[in-house]
């Protein structure tokens, strides 16, 4: 079953809005110390659009995602975005952006690396002249902590979410059971999250192979990446290929 197929339903409930405030300060500070004059937004794998609504208020922004679920709910929420259904691994727009999005680990739903390798170069092809590519990804440490199954539930309006937390040889998994509220009885939905993840030189590589330049990186605490790092955030540039 595709992944966020049941979870769509409660995705903006259980992340909150916090993250998203602290992803929304960031990308904004990328934006603002290396290319001022961005215009055009596209994010890819948007999900509900959550990060794309209040980008929309100065840029023109564009989100794609694989799911038509986690779609439908932006385009319901976002009547200033233009939401496309595409593979990011895969996508071609025939148009260019000043900035492209890939927030909240999306990258790391993309289990090869040869898929993480066509995603960049794609992103590239997509991306105008001296255009940034923003992106975050779960590492290892953060990996490392689900080796422990962790169980937790959220009571939401009409609905309770059982989650676990657990790895799989070197995957990272998120396991949600959904029990909806109908009249007096509930309805048992599941939904599954798979990530992998890469080491950060790879990471490096596969972006400099792709034709970017690497500007900056740091972690969830605004530190250079180091063992201790459980996201990183990566800002590129495309640089002409001469
Ligand atoms: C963790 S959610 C993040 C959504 C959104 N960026 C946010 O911050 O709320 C990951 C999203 O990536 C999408 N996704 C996963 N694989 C994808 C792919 N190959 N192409 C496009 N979207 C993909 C999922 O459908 C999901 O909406």
Known sequence: MAAYKELASVYDELMGEEIYAKFNKIITSMINK??????????????????LIPLSKKFETTGLDISKEMLAIARK?????????ADMTSFRLNKK????????????????????????????????EKGLFIFDFNTQAKFDSFKEPKR???KLMDTIVLSQTSSRNDLALWDDI???????????FSD??????????KVEAALI??????KQIFDENGK??????RRLFVTCMKELIK
């Open 77 to 85: 929420k976002d009547k200033k975005s233009k939401y496309i259904q």
């Open 34 to 51: 290396y290319d001022r004059t961005a215009k055009s937004v596209l994010e890819l794998g948007c999900g509900t659009g959550n990060i």
């Open 97 to 128: 952006f000043d900035v492209i999005l890939c927030m909240y680990d999306t990258i790391n739903h993309l289990k090869v690396f040869d898929d993480w390798q066509k995603t960049f170069k794609n992103t590239y092809n997509h991306l105008s």
């Open 192 to 201: 599954q999250v798979v990530e992998k993840t890469f080491p950060l030189k």
């Open 224 to 229: 250079g990446p180091n063992k201790d790092s």
């Open 209 to 214: 192979s792709a034709g970017f330049k690497v």
């Open 178 to 188: 959904i029990l909806k509220k109908k009249g007096n009885m509930y309805k048992m």
């Open 152 to 154: 937790s539930w959220s």
